[in-house]
T-cell receptor, first 117, second 112 residues
Framework: DSGVTQTPKHLITATGQRVTLRCSPR?????VYWYQQSLDQGLQFLIQ???????AKGNILERFSAQQFPDLHSELNLSSLELGDSALYFC????????????????FGPGTRLTVL | GNSVTQMEGPVTLSEEAFLTINCTYT??????LFWYVQYPGEGLQLLLK?????DKGSNKGFEATYRKETTSFHLEKGSVQVSDSAVYFC???????????FGKGITLSVRP
């Protein structure tokens, strides 16, 4: 158990809908990362937050957005869903105080499996 | 940009066989290198890491050495077990934002 929790574990929805995925980082970790794992794209970085502020963006679609709240949990919002958004979405957290070190270990949650029908 | 290339899979071995999984990278600056493992139905777990050239990461009998001259970080284990069956990802992190760039992953199956 990494200490990172994600809810829900599974989500099934229809095209055009909007969903929210939730992540609670390990106690004391200030950085939260979101990744998407799909069969065709592999594991791709979406976005990073550090202590409530957006720190880095990757291949995140404009239909997707995220935020990190004062209690450090994070939510990933996916809207106008398409079939191709079906994937496993991982959240990870890291302990470094600065949020800017490449040596940090990221601890991954169990993921949310999103199926868009 | 940064990229990680892993050998094509899947790999099937008998128990107690020697394992090598190749990983090479392209990166700007001086990356940190990681191996993550994903067991069926679970999230990714850090297996080992190395943060500078010639460092060797090791854990649970697995080892990998950061080779700057060949831009490689190959994973090895002397004697695999059935419980090592999983998907293995090589990854790197550089620069200010420390995001991970992953290889495609390789599935390892170990037969009794």
């Amino acid at each position: 158990d990494s200490g990172v929790t994600q809810t829900p574990k599974h989500l099934i929805t229809a095209t055009g809908q909007r969903v929210t995925l939730r992540c609670s980082p390990r106690s004391g970790d200030l950085s939260v990362y979101w990744y998407q794992q799909s069969l065709d794209q592999g594991l791709q970085f979406l976005i990073q937050y550090y202590n409530g502020e957006e720190r880095a963006k990757g291949n995140i679609l404009e239909r997707f957005s995220a935020q990190q709240f004062p209690d450090l949990h994070s939510e990933l919002n996916l809207s106008s869903l398409e079939l191709g958004d079906s994937a496993l979405y991982f959240c990870a957290s890291s302990p470094r105080t600065s949020g800017r070190s490449s040596t940090d270990t990221q601890y991954f949650g169990p993921g949310t499996r999103l199926t868009v029908l | 940009g940064n990229s990680v290339t892993q050998m094509e899979g899947p790999v099937t071995l008998s128990e107690e066989a020697f394992l090598t999984i190749n990983c090479t990278y392209t990166a700007t600056g001086y990356p940190s290198l990681f191996w993550y493992v994903q067991y069926p139905g679970e999230g990714l777990q850090l297996l080992l890491k190395a943060t500078k050239a010639d460092d060797k990461g090791s854990n649970k009998g697995f080892e990998a050495t950061y080779r700057k001259e060949t831009t490689s970080f190959h994973l090895e284990k002397g004697s695999v077990q059935v419980s090592d069956s999983a998907v293995y990802f090589c990854a790197l992190s550089t620069g200010a934002n420390s995001k991970l760039t992953f290889g495609k992953g390789i599935t390892l199956s170990v037969r009794p």
